[in-house]
């Protein structure tokens, strides 16, 4: 059988719910979709998908699968998209959503967005909440962590690290820092979008990772929120270094631990994998790919 049809029934019966529903929307009997569907499990030599007779449901290999299988279609969907683009100009409103202390890297990329494009307009939304793309109706997301709805397709825009850091005041007031496991009696405040929650994770100076569990009387999604308290005292901050690097130039924080290196993130550009990929939305990812690899420094001054 037809490889690549084969993965397309898959998907379609984990979104759709069923063989049946499957089979209509693909236009293809019930027992086709099912031979498509065994025909993987055959190859793989695993089982998919766990099946009753009213619904099926993933497997843990089936959900590993569906994810990069997702991935797959949308790439290819994608490729057909960019060559029909190139015979088409950006138009209509694309909307975005970026966290707020990111606007100083997206703003200048949207502004010359329209400038090259004026059949586009842009609705540019900030903010610091999860969002549900598909029921909102966003285009695209910039996002400084990987979301967890991974049927999303994911574009790496830059690299960037934390750097943890505090007031003098804070350091003059509880004492110094001198071993990433006394973090543990101090109150570190964090992002609820940490994605190791309260296990910050590092890198020690033999380049080996290493974790510390933490605690502290502050929990928000503003990266802002995060670099007051620090500025005020309240605690120990394990902060965006691009939101911080001035403070830490001026004296105003004070960097701990710096032969312990924050585990690398990415900043990345978010879409959701089933629409099309439309003219308005590559162009701008494409532009913001080389806003930040031209401000790759500003992003990740740490590195």
Not at 124 to 131: A, V
Not at 162 to 185: M, R
Not at 195 to 210: I, R
Not at 233 to 245: M, N, P, R, S, T
Request: proline share 5%.
């Amino acid at each position: 059988m037809d490889r690549l049809t084969s993965l397309t029934t898959f998907v379609r019966v984990v979104d759709s719910g069923g063989f049946s529903a499957a089979g209509r929307r693909l236009n293809m009997s019930t027992t086709m979709v099912s031979n498509h569907v065994n025909a993987l499990e055959e190859r793989l030599g695993a089982r998919l998908l766990n099946r009753t007779t009213r619904k099926v449901s993933l497997t843990e290999v089936g959900k590993a699968y569906y994810d990069r299988c997702t991935q797959i279609l949308a790439d290819l969907e994608q490729a057909d998209d960019i060559a029909g683009a190139l015979q088409s100009t950006p138009r209509g409103t694309l909307r975005i959503y970026t966290a707020t202390h990111m606007v100083p890297f997206v703003a200048p990329a949207v502004a010359e967005f329209l400038a090259s494009y004026p059949d586009v307009k842009i609705d540019l939304t900030m903010g610091e909440r999860e969002i549900d793309m598909v029921d909102e109706g966003i285009d695209l997301a910039i996002r400084l962590a990987p979301p967890p709805d991974s049927s999303l397709i994911v574009r790496r825009l830059a690299t960037w690290r934390h750097v943890l850091c505090c007031s003098p005041a804070y350091l003059k007031k509880h004492g110094p820092v001198q071993q990433l496991s006394e973090l543990s009696d101090h109150n570190c405040v964090r992002h609820v979008l940490y994605p190791y929650s309260d296990g910050w994770h590092f890198l020690n100076p033999e380049g080996a990772p290493v974790s510390v569990r933490i605690s502290g009387n502050l929990l928000t999604n503003s990266g802002e929120a995060l670099r007051l308290a620090a500025l005020q005292g309240i605690g120990i901050a394990l902060a965006a270094g691009f939101l911080v690097a001035d403070d830490l130039q001026s004296g105003r924080l004070a960097r701990l631990l710096p032969d312990y290196r924050p585990v690398e993130l990415t900043m990345n550009a978010v879409y959701p994998h089933r629409h099309h990929l439309s003219a308005k939305v590559r162009s701008f990812i494409d532009l913001l790919v080389r806003h930040s690899a031209e401000h790759q420094k500003l992003i990740n001054p740490f590195s």
